[in-house]
């Protein structure tokens, strides 16, 4: 029989947070922020919540509205601090919580570079060993979750970096060169695109669209960048065909392949030499 206690995740995260001293290697700015948005997190993208979502009495109107007035205050830097989670108990968490949280919801933040990313794993690293530490969580539990914070850490890293490269590359033309710019596209591919081969030696990618019924590409890259992506890694990008060639025009984040397929399933053969 488990001799854990179970507590509110709200209550563990203010433990953990008033528990720093000065001394400590985290930073508490580091750790506040890092825990407000893991809350956010779990309180509007997991589906811890997604019961007590009620849109039916809000008409498309009044949500936009609602929209634009977060917008707004997004941008004067006027947010509050998040909501707390209620009730929610600490062995309502699990180990996807933080895989998606550290491979697609972070990742989704337009100033979130590998730096930040590694430290907020490192929060949430220090923050499951106090939690287990207070025998509020049970050793397997926390097993699971190091294991998944080992696992999805050096990836979600790799697809910041690589999502930085490709929006500098895009910015900078793309590879095309100024004489071609100008010229119209005959098609356009957009959406979530899952990497289905890399071929090092011609540097060329090639993707599929959910909606498409056939590969994308090729895609022309530089080395620099190729050797970042995996099979499978999930690029939201924009696609233009002209000449016969599939040139990037515009590019979101990148989230790695772990994310989308359990580790189980997971089978990443070594890049096309």
Known sequence: MS??????????????????????????????????????????YSDLFQDEIEMDDTTPAEWEAALEGYIEKLFDG???RPAEL?????????????????????????????????????????????????AWLNKSTHKRFVEVLNDVVPESSRASKVAHLLLYFVRL?????????????????????????????TKHVFMGFDNQDKLIGPVNLPLEIISYLCKGDVLDVELGKRGGQWIIVDIGPVYPACVY??????QIPDKLT
């Open 86 to 134: 209620g009730g929610l108990l600490l062995s309502q968490l699990d180990g996807e919580h933080i895989k998606d949280f550290l491979g697609w919801y972070l990742l989704r933040e337009p100033a979130m570079d590998s730096l930040a990313l590694e430290s907020f794993a490192a929060v949430l690293h220090a923050w499951v060993d106090f939690i287990l530490a207070k």
């Open 173 to 201: 033309g793309g590879g095309v060169s100024p004489r071609l710019r100008g010229k119209r596209f005959d098609k356009f591919a957009e959406g979530h695109a899952r990497i289905d081969r890399i071929d090092m030696a």
């Open 261 to 266: 397929v359990a580790a189980d399933e997971l």
């Open 78 to 80: 006027d947010m509050e």
């Open 3 to 44: 001799t854990h206690t179970d507590i509110k995740v709200q209550e563990a995260m203010d433990q953990f947070t008033m528990s720093l001293d000065h001394d400590d290697s985290l930073k508490v700015d580091d750790v506040e922020t890092c825990l407000e948005m893991f809350a956010d997190y779990l309180m509007h």
